[in-house]
């Protein structure tokens, strides 16, 4: 180990000291067994050592307590205490040719010490191992070792210390100020014996903080001294401190560092006010230094400068009892005025820029007393830069950004600093690029507001500072514009899906949507040998909002093919090893730490949802149970075998009873609903054991025989996509289903009650409707008219009830139990907050050159099959919701872009939301012979009559759902037919 004593010497005198120090607070009984050790004033001390293994005895039970130490036998024990703190012996050795290598302790001792800067050789370059060690030479080896520092004011009290060499001198009073060595006649020149060395070693690691590791004292205000500590201190206690003629308040430790130079701040609250221009000593623990003493200065302000247009300098003394109150600046505000830590300067931080190159007047209060300075910001430009940036190429307001000196350029103050300012737009063929600024219709402006719309490409922009016939040119930056509507500036999630153990892709590339067989959402990153995944989907930020992106929009890579590679985005496990998934969505990526491993999946894992549960004897609750394999992934319990239960019981009976189960429904693998029925009265926990009976999984049931009504609550039970509260919106969750639901008198839930005779009434049956359901949530019977106070009334088989919204409104729904006239009251709010399309990501279509092409919505949308109609992706909405959007394929309704409320991916017109029309047209120019519609659900198919021809078929999304107004449309692209 390389040797750096400064940071050995500190991490000692903690770490070591720390262990010494624990050990000395109950000697260990194993010392006792000394023979000559009883009675010794060394005794606990040599106890401590003999426990840490530093120290040891003779062969015939004694220590020897008064036998001289030898210098070979302190470097051993120095290097027992070293190699204990984590030191070790340097690789060049001791180097002493008294020292024989064929000793190997005494050798690798010796260059421990010697590498630590602990014992050193003589003039002659001998270590001399077998010389006694004098006093006065371990006063300098324990001083070295423990970092041991004296007071300047320390008065020794040693008679002898003149017998002592010239060198040893301030060692011995060191030893003497922090209490290492107690005689006053110290004896320089006697041999140390081996009970003195271990009081010496256990006194120096006791030795703590003391006034004289005070490094400094600083005066924060009138009240508040910091004193800075050479040292970590653990805790502060008022009574150790003390300043003459002051009352102190507090002390606190403000801030300790723990790296190599430790250090700790302590903060002195006073009673009593310093007074300015007076002189004060601190005392720690009842000793002072020269470091302890601090002068209060006298606050006075000298000068006043404008370094920037924000700033002010005040120079002076005393400037940490200058307040941001007592400084004002003519036509500004100040925010703070921050102190230097000697207090000769002070920075001034300003709400408003300071005018340039003009005076301004700046006036400072002392004592009731104002003084004025006049300063000028003198503002001069030094340099010009401007960074590469990209717009939106229909945004108002974007303007080019640029540097002056550094910071951000204000265009106007540039202007009334007597600046003019000129932006010139090139195109990246280096032409004009005419137009590109707001306002212009050149390629130069004075204010860099950019355009819009402006047409999207890559274009160059120089910027030109001028005052005085003196000009500053920027180096050119290139600019890009771009649609930022759909561009992606963050990656925020990706769920990928396993094929399962067939490992073949049943759900035919899913993406986002419903699973086939045995394929599922994995929770891991981590892939069997021989398995396939793939991405199943990717969330990303567009233009600020969270967006499920299009199955095209993204790319997949990998690190590491040998390990996972990818093939048509399909992830194939291929050894074992570790492999970087990358998710590219346009500029933005994220990665994933992918693991193949050869361990084949097992269950591992059950969890049950509610983990605790209460049901009343004789009555039904549902849990959702999951089953995870080692790896936290859904895994596919296909046999009733593979899972044993152990139910709890009361008397002989189990508390609940179910039905067997398996996790291997598609869309739903690792996971099913069960049905626990109440059979018996007590509690305890139900266990899953896999097939080799080790416990998976449980959760705590509690069975109640109370069998009452305690209470009636009428709840929401709808989920989402409907609505989960009494706010119902028309665009997207305009339902909700309650029930009146029965619990017992503990609290327990029963059941649904059956509201056969309970009357509904909407008192706005214009604003929303109601109907009845059963237990399924089937509606039943009809619903409320679209009058005041309409009124339905429940038959057998009705156990809930949904609410429909029909316009924005509110109104109250009154539920009344016929027999006993109790009323329960929901109030509803129904909104009509429009979801519209933002954006539509269109795919790119190569240029169609041959006969019987057939381009339709399939080749610009991008879309997921289905029996009924496709789900379009890549479409981005005004609002985030759960239904999917879909293209009607329906005559009538062609083309129809909708929300599937309903779900039965169908269009129906009332429930389901149309968002826009996708229509079919040919340009103007276009040379084409074959029959144009203007349904893009069946298309343009090219004949032979369109053989060298051209012609641009245009795909529009109308805003008029009917596709009847072509005159203004949300999204277009176009595709070029040139048929060879």
């Known amino acids: 180990m390389a040797y750096q004593p400064k940071s050995y010497r500190k991490f000692l005198a903690g770490t070591v000291s720390a262990a010494v120090v624990a050990s000395a607070i109950a000697p260990v009984a194993s010392a006792a067994s000394f023979t000559d050790v009883a009675g010794s004033v060394h005794a606990d001390d040599i106890a401590t050592l003999v426990a840490k293994g530093y120290i040891k005895g003779y062969g015939d039970n004694t220590f020897k307590p008064n036998k001289s130490l030898t210098r070979g036998e302190a470097a051993i024990i120095f290097s027992r205490i070293l190699k204990d703190a984590g030191v070790k012996a340097p690789e060049q050795g001791a180097g002493f040719p008294d020292v024989p290598a064929s000793n190997a302790e005494l050798a690798e001792a010796v260059a421990i010490v010697k590498a630590a800067g602990v014992m050193s050789g003589d003039e002659k370059g001998n270590f001399n191992p077998n010389a006694t060690i004098t006093r006065e030479q371990m006063a300098k080896v324990v001083v070295e070792a423990f970092k041991l520092t004296k007071p300047a004011n320390h008065t020794t009290k040693v008679t002898d210390l003149d017998k002592a060499g010239a060198w040893a001198r301030e060692y011995i009073q060191t030893l003497e100020a922090n209490g290492v060595t107690k005689n006053t006649e110290f004896m320089p020149k006697q041999s140390v014996t081996r009970g003195q060395f271990a009081s010496f070693v256990v006194r120096a690691m006791n030795v703590g903080v003391t006034a004289a590791h005070i490094t400094g004292v600083t005066v924060v205000d009138l009240n508040t001294l910091e004193v800075t500590f050479n040292g970590e201190l653990k805790e502060v206690k008022k009574e150790d401190f003390a300043i003459q003629g002051v009352e102190i308040e507090s002390v606190s430790i403000k801030a300790a560092a723990a790296a190599e130079a430790k250090t700790t701040v302590v903060v002195i609250k006073t009673k009593t006010a310093l007074e300015e221009g007076k002189s004060y000593s601190v005392s720690y623990k009842g000793q002072t230094t020269d470091k302890t003493k601090v002068d209060v200065p006298v606050l006075k302000v000298e000068a006043v400068s404008a370094p920037s247009a924000k700033t002010l300098k005040i120079t002076g003394t005393g400037l940490q009892f200058l307040k941001s109150e007592d400084v004002t600046v003519a036509g500004n505000k100040v925010l703070s005025v921050v102190p230097d830590t000697d207090g000769k300067a002070a920075t001034v931080s300003l709400e408003n820029k300071l005018a340039p190159n003009a005076n301004t007047t700046v006036s400072v209060k002392i004592k009731g007393e104002k003084k004025d300075f006049t300063t000028k910001f003198e503002y001069k430009v030094t340099s010009v830069s401007i960074e590469p940036q990209t717009f939106d190429d229909d945004r108002a307001g974007q303007r080019v950004k640029f540097k002056v000196n550094g910071e951000d350029a204000d265009v106007d103050y540039l202007k009334l600093a007597g600046y003019s300012v000129a932006f010139v737009a090139k195109k990246a063929d280096g032409t004009a690029a005419n137009g590109f600024f707001d306002g212009s219709s050149t390629n130069t402006s004075s204010t860099g507001v950019v355009a819009h719309p402006v047409t999207k490409g890559d274009y160059t922009v120089e910027v030109q500072v001028t005052r005085a016939g003196e000009a500053l040119v920027t180096d050119t930056a290139n600019i890009k514009v771009v649609n930022l509507d759909t561009e992606a500036t963050e990656v925020n999630s990706v769920t990928f899906y396993n094929f399962g153990i067939d490992k073949t892709d049943d759900s035919s590339s899913a993406y986002n949507v419903s699973l086939s067989d045995d394929d599922y959402v994995m929770n891991s990153t981590t892939l069997v040998a021989g398995e396939k995944a793939k991405v199943y989907k990717v969330e990303a930020t567009v233009a600020g909002e969270k967006v499920v992106v299009s199955s095209n929009a993204f790319e997949v890579k990998t690190s590491n093919p040998a390990v996972v590679s990818v093939s048509n985005g399909v992830l194939t496990a291929e050894s074992a090893g570790t492999a970087t998934i990358t998710i590219k969505v346009g500029e933005v990526t994220k990665t994933f730490n992918f693991t193949v491993t050869n361990v084949a999946r097992k269950?591992?894992?059950?969890?049950?949802?509610?983990?605790?549960?209460?049901?009343?004897?004789?009555?039904?609750?549902?849990?959702?149970?999951?089953?995870?394999?080692?790896?936290?992934?859904?895994?596919?319990?296909?046999?009733?075998?593979?899972?044993?239960?152990?139910?709890?019981?009361?008397?002989?009976?189990?508390?609940?009873?179910?039905?067997?189960?398996?996790?291997?429904?598609?869309?739903?693998?690792?996971?099913?609903?069960?049905?626990?029925?109440?059979?018996?009265?007590?509690?305890?926990?139900?266990?899953?054991?896999?097939?080799?009976?080790?416990?998976?999984?449980?959760?705590?049931?509690?069975?109640?025989?109370?069998?009452?009504?305690?209470?009636?609550?009428?709840?929401?039970?709808?989920?989402?996509?409907?609505?989960?509260?009494?706010?119902?919106?028309?665009?997207?969750?305009?339902?909700?289903?309650?029930?009146?639901?029965?619990?017992?008198?503990?609290?327990?839930?029963?059941?649904?009650?059956?509201?056969?005779?309970?009357?509904?009434?909407?008192?706005?049956?214009?604003?929303?409707?109601?109907?009845?359901?059963?237990?399924?949530?089937?509606?039943?019977?009809?619903?409320?008219?679209?009058?005041?106070?309409?009124?339905?009334?429940?038959?057998?088989?009705?156990?809930?009830?949904?609410?429909?919204?029909?316009?924005?409104?509110?109104?109250?729904?009154?539920?009344?139990?016929?027999?006993?006239?109790?009323?329960?009251?929901?109030?509803?709010?129904?909104?009509?907050?429009?979801?519209?399309?933002?954006?539509?990501?269109?795919?790119?279509?190569?240029?169609?050159?041959?006969?019987?092409?057939?381009?339709?919505?399939?080749?610009?949308?991008?879309?997921?099959?289905?029996?009924?109609?496709?789900?379009?992706?890549?479409?981005?909405?005004?609002?985030?919701?759960?239904?999917?959007?879909?293209?009607?394929?329906?005559?009538?309704?062609?083309?129809?872009?909708?929300?599937?409320?309903?779900?039965?991916?169908?269009?129906?017109?009332?429930?389901?939301?149309?968002?826009?029309?996708?229509?079919?047209?040919?340009?103007?120019?276009?040379?084409?012979?074959?029959?144009?519609?203007?349904?893009?659900?069946?298309?343009?198919?090219?004949?032979?009559?369109?053989?060298?021809?051209?012609?641009?078929?245009?795909?529009?999304?109308?805003?008029?759902?009917?596709?009847?107004?072509?005159?203004?449309?949300?999204?277009?692209?176009?595709?070029?037919?040139?048929?060879?």
């Open 603 to 980: 269950l591992s894992k059950v969890t049950v949802d509610p983990a605790s549960v209460s049901i009343v004897k004789g009555y039904q609750k549902t849990v959702t149970v999951k089953t995870l394999d080692q790896y936290g992934d859904p895994y596919r319990v296909n046999q009733v075998a593979d899972l044993v239960e152990v139910v709890p019981i009361a008397g002989s009976n189990d508390i609940v009873t179910f039905t067997d189960f398996t996790t291997d429904t598609p869309n739903s693998i690792g996971k099913v609903s069960v049905s626990l029925t109440g059979n018996a009265a007590g509690s305890g926990t139900f266990y899953f054991k896999d097939k080799d009976g080790n416990v998976i999984g449980s959760f705590y049931v509690n069975v109640s025989a109370v069998d009452n009504t305690g209470s009636k609550k009428l709840e929401v039970i709808s989920k989402a996509p409907a609505s989960t509260d009494n706010t119902l919106d028309l665009q997207s969750d305009k339902t909700v289903t309650y029930q009146l639901s029965r619990y017992n008198t503990e609290g327990i839930y029963m059941d649904p009650i059956e509201l056969q005779n309970y009357e509904i009434e909407v008192v706005d049956g214009t604003v929303a409707k109601a109907q009845f359901v059963d237990v399924n949530g089937s509606t039943t019977g009809s619903s409320t008219s679209a009058t005041l106070n309409a009124k339905i009334v429940g038959t057998s088989g009705d156990y809930g009830f949904v609410i429909t919204g029909l316009k924005a409104g509110t109104t109250d729904v009154l539920l009344k139990d016929t027999a006993s006239g109790k009323v329960e009251k929901i109030t509803i709010t129904v909104v009509n907050n429009p979801i519209k399309i933002n954006t539509v990501n269109f795919k790119t279509v190569p240029t169609v050159d041959y006969v019987g092409a057939k381009i339709n919505y399939e080749d610009v949308l991008d879309v997921t099959y289905s029996n009924e109609d496709d789900i379009v992706n890549g479409i981005t909405l005004s609002k985030s919701t759960l239904h999917k959007v879909r293209i009607s394929e329906d005559t009538g309704t062609e083309g129809l872009l909708y929300l599937d409320v309903d779900g039965d991916a169908s269009y129906t017109s009332g429930t389901d939301i149309g968002l826009g029309m996708l229509k079919l047209k040919l340009t103007a120019d276009s040379t084409l012979v074959g029959t144009v519609p203007t349904d893009a659900v069946v298309g343009y198919t090219t004949v032979n009559g369109d053989k060298g021809k051209k012609g641009t078929l245009l795909f529009k999304v109308l805003t008029d759902v009917t596709g009847s107004d072509e005159t203004t449309s949300i999204a277009a692209t176009a595709v070029t037919v040139e048929v060879k």
